[in-house]
């Protein structure tokens, strides 16, 4: 894998390292454990080790991650919830979630990304803004958080220590917030205002998948949710595999028609499009240069 992904590497025009993403949290989320080895749950990290612990194993993780070829870890998880729970159709959360308490939460998670930061591995923080105690997850269907004024409250903290602490890129949640949002927060211009606006953040925002059945349930393909992210002030969007190279690429070039016809419409203006590949450059150069 290594090598082949070194190989695609080299013919990168611009000569920066592509973002070459994983999901590499622990416990149940872990996609490279014949190549990197295996993590606690978040939570178990949270409940049984320091956060210097944590940050070293980020930097483990993180360093065995570059080795691999692989850049940015799609982690850690910033949401705040107390439950035990193995993520599900019920739950996003439960042990993905460092802690219930905020303060822990914000200690750990920002320790993890300092770990992967020090392997020179960049960490995407998750999900703005904090799926904890959210009514389902969204993998399978409309989910909200809890109340806008619950969140400002409790699940904010970690996101601000992360970004006080240089987070580089953050991943918005695809759950609609009651009293913010009735849309999902990954389409939500009023949901990047506040992560650019009151938090101050200036890094890469990322939509969660734009597969996930919260947006099909809108009716949205992933082309056209991925232009309304775009406008909504994402960066850089996401979608899962249909399974196959071909069926991915196939959904990348529709995507890629979208974007341009909503430009040649005015739906979406070219400024916002480079003002994108300008933090996606930074975020690929912070390592390289």
Known sequence: MAAIIARVQSRTWDHYPMLIM?????????????????????????????????????????????????????????????????????NP?????????????????????????????????????????S????????????????LEKTALAPFESAIASGAPGVMLANASVPGLTSIPASLSATVVQVLRHQLGFRGLIMTDSLSAGAISALGL???????????????????????????????????SDAVVSAVLSGVLTRSVLIGDAAHILTMRNTFSC
Do not use: C
């Open 22 to 90: 994983t999901d590499e949290e622990g416990g149940g989320v872990q996609r490279l454990t014949n190549v990197i080895g295996s993590i606690p749950w978040a939570k178990t990290m949270g409940k049984n080790l320091t956060a210097s612990q944590i940050t070293g194993i980020g930097t483990r993780i993180g360093s065995s991650m570059l080795a691999a070829g692989v850049t940015t870890d799609l982690a850690p998880v910033l949401d705040v919830d107390a439950s035990t729970v193995e993520p599900g159709a019920l």
């Open 135 to 150: 009514s389902r997850n969204t993998d399978y269907g409309p989910a909200t958080t809890q109340a806008w004024s619950v």
């Open 221 to 255: 393909s992933v082309a056209n949710a991925a232009v309304k992210a775009l406008v909504a002030g994402a960066n850089i969007v996401l979608y899962g595999s249909p399974g196959s190279a071909a069926s991915s690429l196939a959904i990348a070039h529709q995507i």
């Open 93 to 133: 959360d439960g042990l993905r979630s460092f802690s219930g308490l905020p303060a822990a939460v914000a200690l750990d998670g920002v320790a993890f990304m300092d770990g992967l930061s020090s392997a020179h591995v960049t960490a995407i923080v998750k999900h703005f803004p904090g799926l904890g105690g």
